[in-house]
Each structure stands twice: as C-alpha cells, then as structure tokens.
C-alpha cells in the first residue's frame, strides 16, 4: 500500500509560481510511474505531467509545457510539481497519483494510488 500527501497548493497572483509536492510512503516506487492531474470546478479531471520513476523520463499536457516541470527526489520519496507562468485557467484542485510504469504512455491510466488533493487558485 502506497499513500500519497500533497501539500504546496495556495492562492498566488497570475504569472507566479509554486511548488507542489507530494511525499509518498508505505513501500517503495520502483516499478511505477507518478503523475499530477487537475481538476478545474465543473470539469473533469485532467492529465498535467508524468515521470517514470525508473529513469526520469517526463511528458506534459500542451497546456502546461514550458510553464511546468515534474522531478522526483527518491530520497524523500518526494514528486514535484514546479509551476511557473501560473494563469487563472491553471486554477484547480491538483493530485498526485501512481500508475504502474506500463501505463506511463496511456492517456487515461489506471490509478493505483491517488493523493487527497491540493488547491491552487490564481488571480487575474
């Protein structure tokens, strides 16, 4: 069993940045892959960035590339989101999840593991 915390969500003004994380205990995450999706009021929830864990490879939903950057930390057992260039339309609740790394290239993975969510509001 894997859980999986966020913290680092928050309100910032638009064209700020921030740093989510999510700190992943209960066993190890060699093996999977760990992503961020979002959830905008209303809306359904959205693919953001993924990393496998096992080498470090990384891909971006096009509204975020450039703006976004997912690492990990294997020491901490940490995943990180650092958002810059934030805009209004970046405005959601945002998960962290793990998949297994044979899901890392499909679009709608099945999630083994989900975060309880963070909150991030950008003003305009």
């Known amino acids: 069993q894997v859980q999986l915390v966020e913290s680092g969500g928050g309100l910032v003004q638009a064209g700020g940045s921030l740093r989510l994380s999510c700190s992943a205990s209960?066993?190890?995450?060699?093996?999977?892959a760990m992503w961020w999706f979002r959830q905008a009021p209303e809306k359904e929830r959205e693919f953001v960035a993924?990393?496998?864990?096992?080498?470090?490879?990384?891909r971006y939903a096009d509204s975020v590339k450039g703006r976004f950057t997912i690492s990990t930390d294997g020491v901490k057992n940490t995943v990180y989101l650092q958002m810059n260039g934030l805009n209004p339309e970046d405005t959601a609740v945002y998960y962290c999840?793990?998949?297994?790394?044979?899901?890392?290239?499909?679009?709608?993975?099945?999630?083994?593991?989900w975060g309880q969510g963070t909150q991030v509001t950008v003003s305009s």
């Open positions: 999840a793990a998949t297994r790394d044979s899901y890392y290239y499909i679009s709608r993975p099945r999630v083994d593991y």
């Open positions: 209960g066993r190890s995450l060699s093996g999977y």
């Open positions: 993924a990393i496998r864990w096992s080498d470090g490879t990384t």
